[in-house]
């Protein structure tokens, strides 16, 4: 509360030494001293030094909101523009939005002041950034009383904080109503149609704006992306430069992302061209988005070379980036040197980076390394252990055989193990053939997501692999409507010169159809020749005729992509190819054999990590 004093003020000098000296402090124990000469010199009951000080402690990095709240409760009478920068200050904060809306409250009960179009835009801010919907709709009915209804600078802010809270048909009412608008109000509600992923009303509110900027580019870009709908992003990238508007670094980073879950290498390598050229700014979002494209395209190597080449990385995100693209590719040991450097030049990691270590030392099997770095999450950076640490963790244990340590670290968890983390002990009960666990493990999936179809399909897989047909057949049997309806068909796709071609499992809708399937039982002929002997471990179908099954795995997605990109480039033309599920056993195989025989290598993106084919050897060495 304000603590009202009777005091004498001298003469303000706008003028005074000691205002000017304000502007060049940088430190909590000078502005204190400040605050003294203020306070003996009574300037400190002038509203000009007042609001400078107090400017100073609110937004600078140096600065304490609390020391600021202090001052403030020592001036007896504030003007608006002290209110306005104390609401300001707390409405940034996020764990201090709520003194936002208490202090509106303190202001217009307590005072003669009146609240002003920035004091609304404020406190919407706050409201939208914390306070309940309940605070909102108060300081709205107060926004109308004041006549504030109609203004630009009061609806832009109502439209984005019905935006956070997810009321998109209030925000659009807000904007719809709007007396005027101007472009940062078409941008907002684009931006709370996109946060919401209401993807088919953002592009329609897009196509009627009058005038679009980058910020409308990149907006739209970002949700498209952000929805999963990469294609339908990229293709908004090249329609802004066909508009001829100038993409940003935000824009940037949202078409390299789309690259990199599109695998489109040619595009991205395009866009660090565009970059280069431009001389566009490499902030630390930007350089993490060209890292993450080059890894997810399957060039690690380049990613590194990025990596190094830009020499200011105090910001963790290119860190995180490259350590994730290394533990995906299978360079464990690369990923933990390069975290140890991180430590050396004194960036902080965070969760997210913890993650991508753990991964990386699942898949070198590192037990020991990912113990280690578990443990040091904690006791070195006090950073609690995550459900998807312990994933990770579980997965590192039972990839390496440790089946029982894993399972005892899933009922060692201080939160409930979800379906992620059991799933990751049934996947390692798959690769070592432990029947009576993985049974036991699928019916705890069963009772967490009785719908889980991926459970039923990987544990049916354990069956029949290893040799228990009646229980794989009767679990196919027993769900069979449910798998017909749900499961996810494989789907492959590859990048050739600009344009993605995808497949379905046994596809015929491509205009090559014909070439395509001649090619591949050409390819299969070739690949027998060369000792390839089909896997039929993992083929959940039932089919008793052996050549019928041969038939049935030669039409897997992944196939029908290689052989398309086989026919279509070059003889060394490396090939990517990205799967949406888990590449099996047979296709695995027989990519290793590709991969010799027609002397290629073939990069293979699927749900768990990279596979590089070369020589008839993947970089996964069969462990995946």
Known sequence: MIHCRATFRRPFNADHGLLSMLDSWSSVHQIKQAHAQLITTGLIFHPVPAHKLLKLLAFSSFGSLHYAHQVFEQIPHPDLFIYNTMIKAHA???????????????????SSLLPNQYTFVFVFNACGNGLGILQGKQVRVHAIKLGFENNLFVTNAMIGMYGKWGLVEEGRKVFDWAVIRDMYSWNTMIAVYTGSGK?????????????????????????????GLF????????????????????T??????????????????????????????????????????????????????????HKVKQNVWPWNAIIGGLATHGKPNEAIKIFEQMKTEKVTPNKVTFVSLLNACSHGYMVEEGNFYFRLMKC????????????????????????KEAED???????????????????????????????????????????????????ANIYSKYGRWTEAKMLRENDGIKWGRKKTPGCSSIELKGIFYQFLVGDRSHPQTKEI????????????????VP???????????????????????????IAFGLMNTERGTPLRIVKNLRVCWDCHKATKFISMVYDRVIIVRDRTRYHHFRDGICSCNDYW
Request: charged fraction near 25%; aromatic fraction near 10%; include cysteine.
């Open 92 to 110: 940034l904060s996020p764990t201090l939005s709520y003194n936002s809306f208490l202090l509106f409250q303190l202001m217009t009960r307590n």
């Open 380 to 403: 070195d950076y006090g950073i609690n252990p995550e459900i998807e640490h312990y994933c990770c963790m579980v997965d590192l244990l039972g990839r390496t055989g440790l089946l």
């Open 535 to 561: 896997e039929f471990g993992e083929l959940l179908l039932d089919i008793d005729d052996e050549e019928d099954k041969e038939t049935a795995l030669s039409i897997h997605s992944e196939k029908l992509a």
């Open 409 to 459: 670290m899933i009922l060692s968890m201080p939160m409930a193990a979800d379906v992620a983390t059991w799933g990751a002990l049934l996947n390692a009960c798959r690769i070592h053939k432990d029947v009576m666990r993985g049974h036991r493990i699928g019916q705890i999936i069963k009772e967490l997501d009785p719908d889980n179809i991926g459970c039923n399909i990987l544990l």
């Open 252 to 309: 940037l980073v949202s078409a390299l992302a789309a690259c990199s879950n599109l695998v489109a290498l040619d595009q991205g390598k395009w866009i660090h061209v565009y970059i280069d050229k431009g001389k566009i700014k490499m902030n630390e979002r930007l350089h993490a988005g060209l890292i993450d494209m080059y890894a997810k395209c399957g060039e690690i190597e380049f990613a590194l070379k990025v990596f190094y080449e």
């Open 231 to 250: 294609m339908e992003g990229l293709d908004f990238f090249h329609k802004m430069l066909q508009a001829g508007a100038k993409p940003n670094q935000f």
């Open 517 to 532: 399937y001649s090619f591949l039982h050409e390819m299969t002929s070739k690949l027998r020749n060369a000792g390839y």
């Open 199 to 227: 993807m088919d009303e953002a592009k329609e509110l897009f196509s009627k704006m009058p005038e679009r900027d980058v910020v409308s580019w990149s907006t739209i870009m970002a949700g498209y992306v952000q929805a």
